[in-house]
């Protein structure tokens, strides 16, 4: 019997394609609840999800404007639109597919620890003692089994403050304003409703910066996980998926598609899980991390600058048909091409050495 721990994407993706007798803890009463997220997904979903039912779909974004401090801004028309998802839905959709593949749910059942007996686990939650002959970490960013396995390694975390609001944005474009946190953006549900939010690590909730004066149907804030090239992802027969490992992509903080890879990788082939998963995505996470690292280093007028950058039309064409999930593909091409790109990766990158 496996036991996963986390009825999130990342641990019911897993459940869904695992080959042996899964049983699934998760704490919450409920798939999909408390939302803390904005469910915005790349093209790249279908590379991991044949299909995404329309009624998980709030919107499609077709267009992602980048807005400088200075106002300048550049419209990216996504070759292959994004798609806004109902996250309670979505999860409970990806549930669904766990319990297709005959997985067991067992609701409001908290994992507490571990103990090795004889070759199997005995997972400890505070409905009671159950054998297991594999542990999976799904749970999120704070990740109990990562601490109980001893492999919690070195974590950051930052602050996603997000909140639905009434707001009159544009249908089908998502913005995404630099200077702000980390990372700062405006995501429509429709011509009345949008999700905004900033994630950093000392941002407020202050959304007036970006959508002026609103109000806010509902908050949603949660933490997100800084990426940790070092972080392990198994330890014997304990594995970690997803938050749990820190698979997020820090240039936007997504962790969904990252999440569902993992758990497929997982699923596949457990014994080459890390191996395969550090050698095939491992340089994605690698490269966003250092491209947030010289963004958060960015002065406005460097952030002015390279909006220039983008705004050039061979440049605007890349970034059109490149998934950013993934940014091995198309950043070459912009260095190749670009030497201010250059000059502002180095001027970034010296003033995080000179900081030390
Ligand atoms: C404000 C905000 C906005 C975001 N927007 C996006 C976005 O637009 N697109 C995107 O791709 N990503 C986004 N993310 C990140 C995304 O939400 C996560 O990367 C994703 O949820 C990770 O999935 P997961 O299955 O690994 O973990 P989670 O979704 O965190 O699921 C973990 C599950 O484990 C359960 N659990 C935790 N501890 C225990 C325990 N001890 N026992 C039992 N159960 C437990 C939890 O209740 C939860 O159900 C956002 C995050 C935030 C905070």
Redesign the pocket.
């Known amino acids: 019997m496996i036991s996963v721990?986390?009825?999130?994407?990342?641990?019911c993706h897993y459940a869904s394609l695992a080959k042996d007798d899964v049983t699934i803890?998760?704490?919450?009463e409920k798939?999909g609840f408390p939302v803390?997220?904005?469910?915005?997904?790349t093209g790249s979903i279908f590379r991991v999800l044949d299909d995404v039912p329309k009624d998980i779909i709030v919107s499609k974004i077709k267009t992602f404007r980048i807005i400088a401090p200075n106002k300048k801004q550049i419209d990216i028309d996504l070759d292959q639109p994004n798609l806004v998802v109902d996250r309670g839905k979505f999860?409970r959709f990806l549930m669904q597919k766990a319990i297709d593949n005959g997985a067991k749910i067992l609701m409001g059942?908290?994992?507490?620890g571990y103990e090795e007996k004889g070759g199997k686990f005995i997972i400890k939650?505070n409905k009671g003692l159950f054998k297991s002959d594999m542990l999976v970490g799904?749970?999120?960013?704070?990740?109990?089994v990562a601490r109980a396995a001893g492999i919690y390694g070195e974590r950051e975390f930052l602050q996603?403050?997000?909140a639905r609001v009434y707001y009159k944005g544009e249908p089908g474009v998502s913005e995404v304003r630099l200077g702000l946190g980390e990372f700062a953006w405006v995501v429509p549900e429709n011509e009345r409703i949008a999700r905004v939010?900033v994630?950093g690590k000392n941002v407020g909730a202050d959304y007036k910066k970006l959508v002026g004066d609103c109000k806010i149907i509902e908050n949603?804030?949660?933490?997100?996980p800084l990426y940790n090239p070092k972080q392990k992802l198994r330890k014997g027969n304990v594995f970690l998926?997803?938050?749990?490992a820190t698979q997020?992509k820090a240039t936007t903080?997504?962790?969904?598609?990252y999440?569902l890879l993992a758990g497929k990788m997982l699923a596949e082939d457990p014994e080459n899980y890390e191996k395969n998963f550090n050698k095939k995505l491992g340089k994605d996470l690698w490269l966003s991390l250092q491209m947030r690292e010289a963004m958060n280093n960015m002065s406005e007028k460097e952030c002015d600058e390279l909006i220039e950058v983008f705004r050039k039309h061979d440049n605007r064409k890349i970034l059109e048909k490149y998934d950013r999930d993934f940014p091995s593909r198309f950043i070459v091409q912009l260095l190749l091409k670009e030497k201010s790109l250059w000059k502002l990766s180095f001027s970034a990158l010296a003033k995080k050495f000179f900081k030390r």
């Open positions: 721990i986390g009825a999130g994407p990342a641990g803890f998760e704490e919450h798939v803390q997220c904005t469910g915005i997904l999860d059942h908290r994992f507490l939650t799904a749970d999120g960013p704070r990740s109990a996603g403050l997000q939010g994630i949603q804030h949660g933490i997100i998926i997803g938050d749990a997020v903080y997504g962790g969904i598609i999440g």
